[in-house]
């Protein structure tokens, strides 16, 4: 019984080292890589494709598994990890990103030559244990023996519920408001009254002294219409004498003129006979 155990672990432990070394010794093949405008585009495990980070895509290998890839040319060698699916080209093993190609020197090929090897991890990342929280220990308090009334208060769940607060409205009138508000209505409106008597009284006398100062405006303007029609008459009665005196006087010039030649005519006439 022994003995089959012991075969049994050997047989697991020779199969486990067989699949370790198919898995770590990838068939060569050709890697191509991604494309500039494949940036910032979200790839089969969720992140964002990143040309200045080494990754790449593979077909089976499973997310973040870490691999060495070398270009047999130029001896040059980078350690990727695998975040995509692909390539689906026939005889393409890897898609590598921008940046790994770039460390390789197959940027000017475009598809190269390449070995893969699956580089082991070195450390277990292992899980979080969930936390159970503080535990504290328990203490038992002596009491002094006197029950008190406020203590089983304490185990009592209190429930998160808002409490009602019963609002009393006063629905009464108050009188005394009522009869303050009156007498401030009533001196209101008397204030009001006193204030339009004063103002049509001021309007009304504002209105008579204007009538006053248009009455005596005009008797003052007639009478010196009056006056100097006076003074017009007066004159023109002058006038009128002047003119009569000159034209008597013009008038007995010229018949004391026809009297003279009368006289002469007279006076040869009598000569003659």
Known sequence: MNTFRLLLVVFLSLLSSIKLAAQSSLPDGKASYYSNGLHGRKMSNGERYDKNAFTCAHRTLPFGTRLKVT??????????????????VRGRIVD?????????????????YVKVEVVPKDTEIPFMKESKGIEMPEVEYGTAGVCYEFIPEWEKQEEDKPKE???????RIDRKYITQQ????????????????????????????????????RNTQSSNNQQQGIQQRK????????NTQNQNAKNGSSSSWTNFFKRIKDGVTGLFE
Request: no cysteine; hydrophobic share 30%; net charge positive.
């Open 165 to 171: 607060i019963e609002r009393k409205v006063d629905t």
């Open 96 to 112: 590598l990103s921008y940046a790994a190609a770039r460390e390789l020197g197959t940027l000017a090929s475009g598809v190269a």
């Open 71 to 88: 270009n047999p040319r130029n001896g040059r060698s980078v350690i990727v990890r695998v975040t995509d699916r692909g390539p689906f």
């Open 235 to 242: 004159a023109n009665t002058q006038q009128n004498k002047q």
């Open 182 to 217: 009156v007498k401030s209505e009533k001196a209101q409106s008397a204030e009001a009254r006193k204030n339009l008597q004063s103002s049509t009284g001021r309007s009304s006398a504002q209105e008579a002294k204007s009538k006053g100062n248009n009455s005596t405006a």
